[in-house]
């Protein structure tokens, strides 16, 4: 009997483990794939000038150190496929339909996914917490690219209505080549209004208990700075390492869930592109 109940105790822990994979490895991949997309739009670039059609596949890895209390952060590699043309660009989590120029700007209709959130025993603090949940986001976006750094902005909501938020991001960049290096700094603001806020880091009266006070949250504005490293280890073969800081607005820091006031990440990976 005290067998069989051990197997019935570890056939449901690894049930558990298997239910949780699928969020795990969105949540990870998206935070691997942003930097794909990000670094396979300069190579692409060079491509569609000429009139062709791009094809890449590869595969990332990444880890982000979320503000969460003792958050359960990990990380996982997964395979990449990314497509760009005159007319859209997919690169996972997100695709652009390219509409039309405005001048030098560049406007596009965009979803992207978003691996935001949580599950309850992601963290002991989470106990009774409901599960957040990641959300595709759709809106539009403009891309200014010149001489002396790359402009854009994007404003996005919430399609799945999870959160039944909006976000708006605007990002400035600029690559620097030296041989078969590159290197792109970048700084953006990424600005959340309430909903999204009281989603993501918000608790619920009916999730409050001593140690953990309700949080309704407000809107807020984070800012991010980080680094993109690229090696072009041959004609169509990049490799990339992606490092970023976060600093988040009073909004975010207030919430009991926070025990930090930033989070950081680290992206790396391969592209082979046809």
Known sequence: MLNHLKSNCLSSREKNSRARIPFRTIAAGVASAACVSSAWAQVAQDQLSEGGA??????????????????????????????????????????????????????????????????????????????????????????WRNDIANLSAE??????????????????????????????????????????????????????RSDRPEYAGKATANIEVGLRVDYAVAPKQTVFLDVSATSFGSGIKNSPLVSRSNQTGVRLGYVYRF
């Open 54 to 143: 791009q094809w890449g596949i590869g595969i990332a890895a990444g880890m982000e150190r979320k503000p969460y209390r003792d958050f359960d952060n990990k990380g996982l590699a997964i395979p990449m496929l990314t497509y760009e043309n005159k007319w859209v660009s997919v690169a996972f989590p997100g695709a652009d339909l390219k509409l039309t120029s405005v001048g030098p700007v560049s406007l596009r209709l965009r979803a992207r996914y978003a691996g935001d959130g949580y599950e309850a025993d992601d963290s002991p603090y989470f106990g009774g917490m409901e599960k957040r949940k990641g959300s595709l986001w759709l809106g539009g976006a403009a891309i």
């Open 155 to 208: 404003l996005l909501a919430d399609g799945s209505g999870n959160s039944k938020g909006t976000r708006f991001k605007v990002q400035i960049d600029r690559r620097f080549s030296s041989g078969a290096f590159g290197f792109t700094p970048r700084l953006a603001a990424h600005w959340v209004d309430r909903k999204y806020v009281n989603y993501y880091y918000g608790v619920t009266a009916a999730e409050a």
